[in-house]
């Protein structure tokens, strides 16, 4: 029940509404209570508002369920593919290739090549 739904009233024996009404003691609101819009029999009470305190922990539990429902945690400590690898057969490290400021040049097959590029011709230049 909340304010504004079709009542019946038992005691007036009208379809009319509800109504909020506070209750006070003295200087102290003690709830609010439901009564017929017509001729104002009480039909329920309010359950006090809550707020702040017990919304927030539903609120960051429900985030961390979004959180492990992606997976965050899993990816940031799955290892790179391959990483270690594949970094030794960049063009960049192949005895192959020429450095130069505009086009790398790879001697092997006399072309430009990328100094990122995977070749499988790689041969590791001695440093
Ligand atoms: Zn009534």
Request: proline content about 7%.
């Given at each position: 029940?909340?304010p504004?739904?079709?009542y019946?009233?038992?005691?007036?024996?009208?379809?009319?509404?509800l109504?909020k009404?506070?209750?006070?003691d003295?200087?102290?609101?003690?709830?609010?209570?439901l009564?017929?819009?017509?001729?104002?029999?009480?039909?329920?009470?309010?359950?006090?508002?809550?707020?702040?305190?017990?919304?927030d922990?539903?609120?960051?539990?429900?985030?961390?369920?979004?959180?492990?429902?992606?997976?965050a945690?899993?990816?940031?400590?799955?290892?790179?593919?391959?990483?270690?690898?594949?970094?030794?057969?960049?063009?960049?490290d192949?005895?192959h290739?020429?450095?130069?400021p505009?086009?790398?040049?790879c001697?092997?097959?006399?072309?430009?090549v990328?100094?990122?590029?995977d070749?499988?011709?790689?041969?590791k230049?001695?440093?």
């Amino acid at each position: 029940m909340k304010p504004g739904d079709e009542y019946h009233c038992p005691k007036c024996g009208k379809n009319t509404f509800l109504k909020k009404e506070a209750v006070m003691d003295g200087w102290t609101r003690k709830g609010d209570v439901l009564k017929c819009a017509a001729c104002g029999h009480l039909a329920g009470s309010l359950a006090p508002e809550v707020k702040g305190e017990k919304a927030d922990p539903l609120k960051s539990a429900a985030a961390d369920r979004f959180k492990n429902l992606l997976g965050a945690d899993d990816f940031e400590k799955r290892p790179k593919l391959n990483s270690s690898e594949s970094e030794e057969h960049f063009c960049k490290d192949c005895l192959h290739l020429i450095p130069h400021p505009f086009v790398n040049r790879c001697v092997k097959f006399g072309k430009e090549v990328n100094p990122m590029d995977d070749c499988p011709s790689f041969t590791k230049k001695n440093t």
